[in-house]
């Protein structure tokens, strides 16, 4: 059964730093490539950044440039996201989740999400 | 960047009803264009994928539309377990960027 699972989330204070962490099983981790999304309170859905199978092509959303670092462990199944410098608007539920591409053209979609885990920032 | 619209932002429906939510992206995405649903302390779930293509599992009431610029999902006939809000996405080009939701509510 494919699954990934969040970790990592809390509360720290503006300026803290955070890491998230995704366990993936059930699949070969190695293959498929990875992204974060966000949903903070009473908002809709914000893709946060997207990193390769192989970690060579890395994306971030603007909001969170030169802040969050993606990374991943193939040997470890596992994705990462270090969050420094956090602002209150970083406040959200932080999801996982693998892209898959399907159909003849390879349309990406994300087709496994985690449950999500919540970090909020607050002094 | 692309910028996805969609619209209505709410809508309110009874069930057994029809509905259609459209979404606009701000340039050709081709058939790029995914659709999720997400209700309250739930991960999203993907319904439709390549504009028309049904995700395994998810209700043949549900289909998508459309190609280039707009698109649409419509639901034939709502069931209670069906309020709740949707997405679309772009996947054309990074960032893969959503829409800002539609919340569908029991009339």
């Known amino acids: 059964e494919v699954q990934v699972v969040e970790s990592g989330g809390g509360l720290v204070k503006p300026g803290g730093s955070l890491r998230l962490s995704c366990a993936a099983s059930g699949f070969t981790f190695r293959s498929f490539n990875m992204n974060w999304v966000r949903q903070a309170p009473g908002k809709g859905l914000e893709w946060v950044s997207s990193?390769?199978?192989?970690?060579?092509?890395?994306y971030y959303a603007d909001s969170v440039k030169g802040r969050f670092t993606i990374s991943r462990d193939n040997a470890n199944n596992s994705l990462y996201l270090q969050m420094n410098s956090l602002r209150a608007e970083d406040t959200a539920v932080y999801y996982c989740?693998?892209?898959?591409?399907?159909?003849?053209?390879?349309?990406?979609?994300?087709?496994?999400w985690g449950q999500g885990t919540l970090v909020t920032v607050s002094s | 960047d692309i910028q996805m619209t969609q619209s209505p932002s709410s809508l309110s429906a009874s069930v057994g009803d029809r509905v259609t939510i459209t979404c606009r992206a701000s340039q050709s995405i081709s058939s790029y264009l995914n659709w999720y649903q997400k209700k309250p302390g739930k991960a999203p779930k993907v319904l439709i994928y390549g504009a028309s293509s049904l995700q395994s599992g998810v209700p043949s009431r549900f289909s998508g539309s459309g190609s280039g610029t707009d698109f649409a999902l419509t639901i034939s006939s709502l069931q209670p377990e069906d309020f709740a809000t949707y997405y679309c996405?772009?996947?054309?080009?990074?960032?893969?960027?959503f829409g800002q939701g539609t919340k569908l509510e029991i009339k």
């Open positions: 996405q772009q996947s054309y080009s990074s960032p893969y960027t």
């Open positions: 990193i390769n199978s192989r970690s060579n092509s890395i």
């Open positions: 989740a693998r892209v898959l591409g399907g159909g003849s053209a390879g349309y990406d979609y994300f087709d496994y």
